[in-house]
């Protein structure tokens, strides 16, 4: 009776449980691997775990549709360009952020996203946008608003956004198309100093407006197509009205090592008070036989607050010349050398130095061919085992990063061939703006600090500074209570002695 209700009280017969315990003692000798490679096979995991005892089941867990299980499934990305849901808008004003532009896009129905270019330093608006809708008729409608939307007082110009595809062919059909840049315009980007920027930064307000006023100056003169930026030239401003040509000669050489060709600070044809040569304007021009080497003084000068000082850097530009004017300038030098016979017989020398030396070239190259002809190969290998045949190496693409290495904090933007470096007059009012703007941030901040450093100092002043007692010796403390002990000794007999009345005497006698 007691087997049956044991039987009857157990869910399982003998033989399931049985089976049980050993499919459980089967489960404590298995392993889980993770963090396999998606291209494993049952085959290459067998072989790898068989290096450590005899192997029953090697199971690779997989879904229904043969992937294994974690693997990703890709999805194709949804290119709204292709699908013509994206615009690009244009002439809007620098400060409408992307909450309000997808406010009034949101007009011609659902926006998706608004992407508002910005510069890469100092993160100021570019005045450009794109705006992706939901669906392609809204893109559409936007489009046919192109120059009647008002933005801020400004009429944006609204059109399809392209493919990087697209835009790179553009832009190699126009550079194509272009003409080269003769007049090295350029160069007019070397040495920029934008608002917002990392060399902005302790740039005083005269400063600045000086800069963009001889960058809107600089424009102005480049309409004429006779003027061209020069590659080996440059202009300084901010000089100090003492400097003569020998000291701005020196300071070049002190600060870039380099001794230019040409060191000419400009005067007044009057002589004034105190400098008969005439009144320093203030600007000169240096000039160098590379323009390498020019172009590496223009960023180890320009911005330079330890050359002038902090409030007054120096403005270093490519200078603007005359096409009409170098070349009288360039006549002049050739029939000035060709009148010289110190210089004529300096190139015969020259030359007869050239000759020599591409006549000995040519001379050994015959004899090293002679003796190529004559020696076999397996005793030219003998001779000279190390050779290696030399290999033409492609030129290294200079990179931004690469020259953002070699250019100081404070020089400013570099310049890309190719690309032109005239900003319009709008463009240059905005970062005046921008800079003021900074300026007097930074004075609020100063302000600030300096209120902050004072309520500190004063809260400081009012609580007392506690002074901490040195410790003292045993004998040094007997010592002062002795010294104590005598001092007071003294001034308990002075005063017993002061106190005493004296003894009055008859100053008569019985």
Known sequence: MALAQARKANKFSINELRRRSRSYFHRQCRIIVRNLSYKITEKKLRKEFERFGKLEEVNILKREDGKMVGSKIKQEKRNEVEEGREVFVKNLPYDVEANELKEIMSQFGLVEKVLINRERISGHSKGTAFVIFKLKDSAQLSCRQSLKLKVHDQYAEIMPALRKKDILDREKAKQEKRAKDSRNLY????????????????????????????????????????????????????IPQSYTNEDLRNMIINFTSYRPRECRVMRDNRPSFGSAAGRSR????????????????LRKLNNNPSVFGKNSRPIVSFSIEDRNVYNIRQKRLEKSRANNPTYQKKIQELQEKKAKRSQSRKETKRQTLEKLAVAPTALLQKLNPNAKPVALVPKKKQRKRDLEQMVTPFSGELSKEGKAGLRSNRKITYQADAHLQRIKDERKEGKK???????????????????????????????????FNEAIGKYKNMISQATKQPVRKKWYSE
Request: glycine share 6%; net charge positive; no cysteine.
């Open 282 to 297: 203030g600007y000169g021009f240096v000039s160098f036989p590379k323009h390498e080497i020019a172009l590496d003084v």
């Open 449 to 483: 600090l300096r209120r902050k450093q004072e309520a500190a100092r004063n809260r400081i002043a009012k609580q007392g500074v506690k002074r901490v007692k040195q410790k003292m010796n045993v004998n040094e403390l007997k010592k002062e209570d002795a010294f």
């Open 187 to 238: 160069l007019l980007k070397e040495g920029l100093i934008m608002a917002g920027s990392p060399a902005a930064k302790g740039v005083s307000q005269s400063d600045m407006s000086q800069r963009l006023r001889l960058e809107q100056r600089s424009n102005e003169i480049l309409k004429n197509f006779n003027r061209f930026v020069a590659r080996d030239r440059l202009t300084i401003h901010n």
